[in-house]
């Protein structure tokens, strides 16, 4: 109500009143954690995704391997390692501007853009 276009519910599963509420009153939003772009039709444009699959079989590799590290070890995931994506609806969002977002991650992943982050260590 108060202008916004589009509203990103970063609740998890709580929010999924927000993304019912964006539809109620015509407005879009961006789900998050796993894929809710077929909730609200023509309403979520998108999903960004936490790829939790990718490092818990990354982790379960590295202990059977024996090279899993114990005790303060911090195993950053980001778009380079496939840790979080980005799941477009594809109806709803115009090709030129799914191509810009391509284009974005791509120089994320290979770290010609860098994102400012904290991993763990309080700073």
Not at 10 to 38: E, T
Not at 48 to 74: C, H, P, W
Not at 77 to 106: F, H, I, W
């Amino acid at each position: 109500d108060q202008g916004a276009d589009i509203v990103y519910a970063v609740a998890g599963g709580s929010g999924l009143g927000v993304l019912k509420a964006s539809a109620d009153a015509n407005r879009y939003s961006v789900g998050v954690d796993s894929d809710q772009n077929n909730l609200y039709p023509g309403h979520v444009l998108a999903s960004m995704l936490k790829r939790v699959d990718n490092s818990l079989f990354d982790m379960i590799k590295a202990a059977k391997e024996g090279t899993l590290q114990y005790g303060g070890k911090v195993y950053p995931y980001g778009l380079s390692n496939q840790g979080v994506g980005l799941l477009l609806d594809t109806k709803d969002v115009p090709q030129s501007v799914q191509d810009r977002l391509k284009a974005a991650e791509q120089k994320v992943a290979s770290g010609e853009v860098k994102v400012e982050t904290v991993t763990g260590s309080g700073k």
